[in-house]
C-alpha cells in the first residue's frame, strides 16, 4: 500500500521505521517503547519541548543548560537523596556530599545549616 496520507483508528506493529533502512525506528516491547537511530540498535534521540513524566529512572543524567527545579526530588536505590524547596530557594542533602575539585577561583556559601556530621 502506498498513500500520501492514511486516517486509522489504530495501527498494530511491533516496529515502525522512517522511509530508508538507514532512518531511525520506533520499537514497541511489552514495557514501552524504544527507540533507535540509523536503522541500527544503537539507542536514539527523543527531542520534544515539554514532557509530563511521573517518574525517570536513568543511570547517566547530562545537562547542557538550565534545570529548572521545582519541586525536585532525587532518590538513590530507593532512598531520597536531594530535595529542593521552591519556596525559600534551598534544596536538602539527605545523604553524603563528595566534591573532590572545586575548579572556580572564588566559591561562597552565604547559609549553610549542617544536620550531622560536617568535614572540611
Request: hydrophobic share 40%; proline share 2%; no cysteine.
Amino acid at each position: 500500500m502506498a498513500a500520501d496520507k492514511a486516517d486509522v483508528n489504530g495501527v498494530n506493529a511491533s516496529w515502525v521505521q522512517g522511509r530508508s533502512t538507514s532512518d531511525g525506528w520506533i520499537s514497541f516491547p511489552q514495557g514501552g517503547i524504544n527507540v533507535y537511530r540509523d536503522g541500527a540498535q544503537q539507542w536514539g534521540t527523543v527531542a520534544a519541548d515539554k514532557a509530563d513524566i511521573n517518574g525517570v529512572d536513568l543511570q547517566h543524567l547530562n545537562v547542557a543548560g538550565e534545570v529548572v527545579a521545582s519541586g525536585l526530588t532525587i532518590y538513590k536505590n530507593g532512598t531520597q537523596w536531594l530535595q529542593t524547596n521552591e519556596t525559600t530557594d534551598s534544596f536538602v542533602f539527605d545523604k553524603r556530599i563528595d566534591a573532590p575539585a572545586v575548579t572556580t577561583s572564588e566559591a561562597y556559601i552565604t547559609d549553610l545549616e549542617v544536620l550531622g556530621r560536617f568535614r572540611r
